[in-house]
């Protein structure tokens, strides 16, 4: 199997993983719903990962080597009045230069999701003109677009999540490298809080 088709596989199966723990947890969100007339729990994200987490464990995703932890701040100018900053954090396994697929959570007031993404991005060198240790500095644009299962908040079912936005990568840390950038996307289907956010956000990477 030639390296193209072993990395489109290895994007079929993170993404078909992520889907079919993002369809779980809609399922166990529905019926929480429909039981917490009776004062069953409502579902939680720590619940929540805790069940993404076992189906990456069980597909072996987890011993990857190639990721980047991405934590950011969120703004949602059109988001319920009090509600419209929050944070969230995105872990991406990283297929090739290219391609990253992953996990995201958001939290924004009142409101929650868990999403699987896939993201799409183009590293580019600006500065290599100047040499030295300017060749290390990268600017990454990139777009991601995935599903979202809202553990809390107005929405029910699964929400759409788009961002494009562009990162600069710098530096050597732990056998990886830093990156601060910033991005604008939506939510779709999420009820109150659908609508345009910004991200800003500082994360690091290992690997491609």
């Known amino acids: 199997m030639n390296t193209q088709m072993k990395s489109t596989a290895k994007i079929l199966t993170l993404t ?14 529905q019926t929480n719903s429909v039981a917490s007339a009776t004062n069953a729990p409502l579902p939680t994200i720590a619940g929540g990962l805790t069940q993404i987490y076992d189906a990456l464990a069980g597909s072996g995703l ?6 980047a932890v991405e934590p950011y ?20 396994y990283n297929v090739s230069t290219f391609v990253g697929a992953g996990l995201g959570v958001d939290y924004l007031g009142q409101f929650s ?15 290599n003109f100047l040499g030295g240790s300017w060749t290390n500095v990268a600017v990454v ?7 979202g299962t809202p553990l809390s908040g107005s929405s029910s079912g699964f929400a759409a999540v788009t961002d494009a936005g562009a990162y600069v990568s710098f530096g050597h840390l732990w056998g990886g490298r830093f990156n601060t950038g ?8 999420a009820g109150a809080y659908s609508g345009p956010r910004y991200h800003f956000f500082l994360g690091w ?4």
């Open 182 to 189: 910033a991005c604008y996307g939506r939510w779709d289907n």
């Open 62 to 67: 987890t011993t990857a080597t190639n990721y």
């Open 113 to 127: 999701l868990v999403s699987a993404n896939v993201t799409l991005r183009v590293p580019t060198h600006p500065l």
């Open 141 to 147: 644009p990139f777009v991601m677009a995935g599903v």
């Open 73 to 92: 701040l969120t703004y949602a100018p059109d988001a319920p009045s009090g509600n419209r900053v929050g944070g969230g954090a995105l872990i991406v």
């Open 16 to 29: 078909i993983t992520l889907m079919f723990a993002a369809f779980v947890l809609g399922a166990r969100a």
């Open 205 to 208: 990477s290992k690997g491609f």
